[in-house]
């Protein structure tokens, strides 16, 4: 019921406490607005201690003060009468008297449990409550008349402004390259189509040029799958020979209808002048023109029709505008028990909170706190409450990673769903949505279908929109790596939701703000809670981290955490080696393709990672590389491959991509190393920590920092951009020893 009637149940003792008996007036009909009895006995029907000893039907109902929360040592008693019906009973002096529930609400006495309502709140908590949250929390920063008024209006801005971004950046993308190379780099495009002639229904038809076997062509979804075009999908229509073709092209179209081999075109119209020569252009057979992808609408389309619900929400509405409390009366908790015992007591405390909150509690999870374990434990007590539960995050990765987890064929892992679900200890039915997406063989062979109705349903943010049910909770994980706009798809089909992710690492993505400034941009989680949230007491952080060597996480702790993370168990470092080094190289830096690359880390990486093989003895399949650039991607991956046995097995990643996942050993390769001190977006205020963040907090046992610390940490008096973070993370690993000079000539490497 709430959290304070929760402390007050603990505290009171009925073996020692006395049946109310009244003084004038307390049954007396004095009260406008009666009390919400139904939900406080309820609540305390399910707390074993308030069980009368003598009599079976009786319910004990602690009493407070008139005008405090403060425990009287009196009680009444609930019970659902044969005759009477449900009553209250009283002490008259001589006998048992009773007064029946409609009464009771509307009587002087009612004020006595109101408080344990999450509707009322005392002036003062009393003495026995211990909580760090509020029963009933204010908004700290609602937002303003018209700031509320406008809020949705901008997050539906903010959705079509993306649209507008990532249209031109795919064209641009198209542009620079050809739909060849685009659809070996996995980007949507058909090299090479013929037109079939004259329109139909306004459509022109064209068919896939392939020498391939045509019945393998044919197939269901086949240019889906092989080519990233979908119906709906806005295209760029390029044609057979630009020199003999209308100056209009490549022209603008939507994909209308896929049937095999054949897709119909409806061409943008409104963009073209000179309709008649195009219009004639294409009514000719040709063979050799191709399709590239301008937008695909669909991800956008599901956060409008979400916004709009969410929108039309009294409860989602005031909620994310900060016009209503948010309260903790959800009976989950006392209707299930703890089923992970060795759960910690903050995860303990955030589980418990959880299930308490009636429509909002955040979990904040630095890296290693056991997050994931937690949420899983949240699922577990809200379908034993009865609950159906909606799981979402951002991505499939991060989708799976709960599902799932390192879960084999044999093996479940305990800390996933799939460990409890009907494949496991058989606690619920678990459904994922588009279980085909997945890269987890666990997921995709036993939780694309279920038997009957799912307990739990497991979906990406924006394959939330396909269903066609409400849930009673929503778990959103990496809530922090998601829009408030994608964020709003799950919401609108849920009644609470619980949000957990680290706001201290990565943003959302934005195509229109890198990285997001505004509230539509930013993720929900540190729109209602993080700094400068609309909320402040509305959730907890998880203090004990387990993955990292203590070495690795002093930095973060101290730079990211305000040093509230405490060290969970031991880890040990690798054999003959600190669990922390930095390396400082003078290379030079490449600029390929508006990305950066640095050949002289890059091959210090290789280096490095040889070292972790042969004389640590790590498998390559426990190491990572991790960088802020995509062409540095492409150098490590070359060096690897070229010059280390399995080399190639070696993970190598951006910095964005390796965000919830971990290693035995990470290298980190930092790139920047010019003359003016520049080093890009790793100085933005808003992400740019936060990236270094990320890197370092993926290793488990070691981590090796390689970049040049002349342009990195400013040494120039503020004349390049340089940082103060990585000014602060030099003289740490200089003043610990831990820092090591390398001249590029003398890398074991050649180049």
Known sequence: MSLLFENAIGDFELSTATLYSPTNGDLEATRDEPVPIDGIVEYASYHDRLDHPEKDDWIA???????????????????????????????????????????????????????????YAPDDPPSYFDSPIAEREPPRRPLSGDDAASFFDELESFVRAEMDAQR?????????????????????????????????????????????????????????????????????????????????????????????RTVRLAVDWHAI??????????????????????????????????????????????LLTGETAVTFGDTAGVKSSQQDVELNQEQELAVSCALLADHLFCIHGPPGTGKTRTL??????????????????DSNQAVDNLVAGS????????????????????????????????????????????????????????????????FDVLVLDEATQATCTASCIPLARANKVVLAGDHKQLPPFSA???????????????????????????????????????????????????????????????ADRPALVGYDVGGS????????????????????????????????????????????VDAVRTKLTAQLERG??????????????????????????????????????????????????????????IGDWYTLRDSRGGAGDGTDLYDDLHSFLESTGRLRRVEPEFIPIPE
């Open 648 to 705: 190639r097995e070696v993970t190598v990643d951006t910095i964005d991509s390796f965000q919830g996942s971990e290693k035995v050993a990470i290298v980190i390769s930092l790139v920047r190393s010019n003359a003016d001190g520049e080093v890009g977006f790793l100085d933005r205020p808003l992400d740019g920590p936060r990236r270094l963040n990320v890197a370092m907090t993926r290793a488990e046992r070691f981590c090796a920092l």
């Open 61 to 119: 109902v602690p009493l407070h003060e008139s005008d405090s929360a403060a425990l009287t040592g009196e009680y009444i008693a609930f019970t659902d009468h044969a005759l009477h019906g449900e009553i209250f009973v009283y002490d008259d002096g001589d006998d048992y008297e009773s007064i029946d529930r409609d009464a009771f609400v509307e009587s002087t006495l009612a004020e006595r449990v109101r408080f344990w309502h999450s509707d």
């Open 512 to 574: 229109t703000e890198d990285p997001p400034e505004s509230a539509a941009g930013m993720s929900l989680f540190e729109h209602l809670y993080a700094d400068g949230g609309v909320y402040e007491g509305v959730g907890v952080q998880l203090r004990t981290q387990y993955r990292m060597h203590r070495d690795i996480a002093w930095f973060s702790n101290r730079r990211f955490y305000d040093r509230a993370l405490r060290q969970g168990r031991d880890v040990a470092s690798l």
């Open 407 to 470: 879960s084999t064929a044999a093996t479940a892992d305990e800390r996933s769903l799939h460990a409890y679900a009907q494949h496991g200890a058989d606690e619920f039915v678990l459904r994922r949505v588009n279980a085909g997406n997945s890269s987890n063989d666990v997921v995709g062979e036993r939780y694309a279908t279920c038997d009957g109705r799912a307990d739990v349903v497991a979906a990406t943010n924006s394959s939330a929109a396909t269903l066609d049910r409400e």
């Open 273 to 318: 002048e000179d309709r008649s020569t195009v219009g004639g252009y294409l009514r000719q057979k040709r063979r050799g023109y191709a399709v590239t992808l301008l937008l695909n609408s669909v991800p956008y389309d599901r956060e409008l029709e979400a916004i709009a619900r969410v929108r039309e929400r009294d409860d989602h509405r005031a």
């Open 376 to 393: 899983v434990e949240v699922v577990r007590r809200s379908v034993q409450a009865g609950d159906d539960v909606l799981v979402c995050a």
């Open 168 to 260: 031109d950046a795919n064209g641009e993308k198209a542009a620079g390259s050809t739909p060849e190379a685009l659809r070996e780099q996995g980007f949507g495009a058909i090299p090479s189509l013929s037109s079939l002639g004259q329109p139909e229904d306004g459509t022109y038809r064209f068919r896939i040029d392939d020498d391939g076997d045509d019945r393998a062509q044919d197939r269901h979804r086949y240019v889906q799958r092989e080519f990233g075009i979908f119906e709906g999908n806005e295209v760029q229509l390029f044609p057979p020979n630009a020199e003999r073709a209308p100056d209009a092209f490549p022209i603008a179209a939507t994909v209308g209808s896929i049937e095999g």
């Open 589 to 632: 830096e490449e600029t390929i393709d508006h990305s950066k690359r640095n050949d002289a880390e890059a091959r210090l990486v290789a280096h490095v990672v040889d070292e972790l093989r042969t004389e640590a003895g790590l498998e390559a399949a426990e190491i990572g590389v991790i960088t802020p650039y995509t062409a540095q």
